[in-house]
């Protein structure tokens, strides 16, 4: 399999969402949500993203580890793994 | 050219979505018309055949020009005069204006450009890579488009984009003063434990892949949808000093558009639909609304407004009613509060809900009765 760049498979459905944010200004550790001021709909659609592009499935009950741009990469990163084996 | 505003004098039909010969029937989008204040789809309120064009391209016409003219179904008499979509001119004005220019949708390319600006481009064979995009986000709108090729005149570029947000702002101060003007209201406040609410979404969700998952906001929108069947004096018009119930439940749900915007477009029939395909169209309708694309009947429609303010922000707001409507209700942030149940006192998930009334048609003792029905509602999620 290729190697897939999660965070960078993030910016870009976080900047369809919030065009006009500076993604790469962000705090990685910083509370996505709070920072780029995403509504629960707004979150939905970018979990609804992620899971058609990394083929990975996100449980509601997983959602507040993608809370920042960090816990996300290694959260995505984890089931990437295990997905793989 | 409908009115798709109170302050709407002109608009310009920037697509035809119909040719000559092209059957039609109601509902249909026909055309896209670009107001100051966005894109907006134009729908047809009768069947029939499309006989001929009236408006050409980027044309910008007078409010009640006739768009087109259409043939009844049924072979009726040539030329019925000016089926243009007849939406009456007293439509209410927009708490805010659809919002082309706030998020425009994404290219492929990733270029950010209006629909209208989209279409210009393709036609003039000019890439959106190379335009300077003036609206918010740097949005590529109608006007930078139209603006490639000519020369000088770089100041108008700004005067664009403060004429949109200033038009927005306009459409809003309008409504809500006219509203703060003429609707005599009153607030009720109450707390509902949306415990039921919460277990009843995470059982659900977590068989849902996330493109079908539901939000809570879906379930106070039916709630309340389901509530005015109950209570009439809250789902309707006030117009030329008497109240009209409506016999139908268009919520208007009040959506955010990032870059300081608020529109509250009709979710048609939201008493009729299931909950999960309320949440199918709450999503579409929020992702057109954000893009600019909302539909003319979605603007004239709403019977009552929902305003939720999500999993963020505050516990309480307090609406404004929008005129022609008699009623808002308010849904503020879930909160976990001490809450005495059987009792002892234990942490529970708690909603404020509020509804702001019209004097004119009803009372707090009905508007009481009204809020306590939503709460009963949503104690039961399964049976929405």
Known sequence: ?????????????????????????????????????????????????????????IPEIDYPKL??????????????????? | MPSL????????????????GDWVKRGDVVAVVETQKGAIEIEIFQAGQVEQILVNLHSKVPVGTPLARIRAEGGGALGTPAAAPSIPLS???????????????????????????RRLAEERGIHLSTVTGSGPAGAIIYADVERVGETGAPSEKKRALWLDLAAMRTAIATAMARSKREIPHYYL????DVTACEQWLSQKNATLPPDRRLLIAALAIKAVALATRRFPAFNGFYRDNKYEPAPTVHVGVAIAIRGGGLAAPALHDADQLSV????????????RTRSGRIRSSEISDPTITVSNLGERGVETLYGIIYPPQVAIVGFGKTMVRPWVIDGAIGPRPVVDITLSGDHRVSDGH???????EIGKLLQEPEKL
Do not use: C
């Open chain 2, 366 to 372: 009905a508007g009481a009765l009204f809020l306590a």
């Open chain 2, 5 to 20: 505003g109170p302050d709407m004098e002109a608009g310009t039909l920037v697509e035809w979505l119909v040719k000559p």
């Open chain 2, 189 to 192: 406040q109450h707390q509902v």
């Open chain 2, 91 to 117: 439509v209410p004005p927009l708490v805010a204006p659809p919002s082309l220019p706030l998020v425009a949708p994404r290219a492929a390319s990733g270029v950010r450009a209006s629909p209208a600006a």
């Open chain 2, 276 to 287: 999960d395909d309320l949440m199918s169209r709450m999503r579409d309708l929020v992702q």
């Open chain 1, 1 to 57: 399999m290729s190697y897939i760049d999660i965070r960078k498979v993030l910016q870009e459905e976080l900047n369809n969402i919030a065009p006009e944010v500076d993604i790469a200004g962000i705090d990685p550790a910083a509370n996505l949500r709070e920072v780029m001021d995403i509504d629960s709909m707004d979150f939905l659609n970018f979990i609804t993203a992620i899971h058609h592009r990394l083929g990975i499935d």
């Open chain 1, 67 to 85: 809370a920042t741009l960090d816990g996300a990469v290694a959260y995505l990163g984890t089931k990437l793994e295990s997905s793989k084996m």
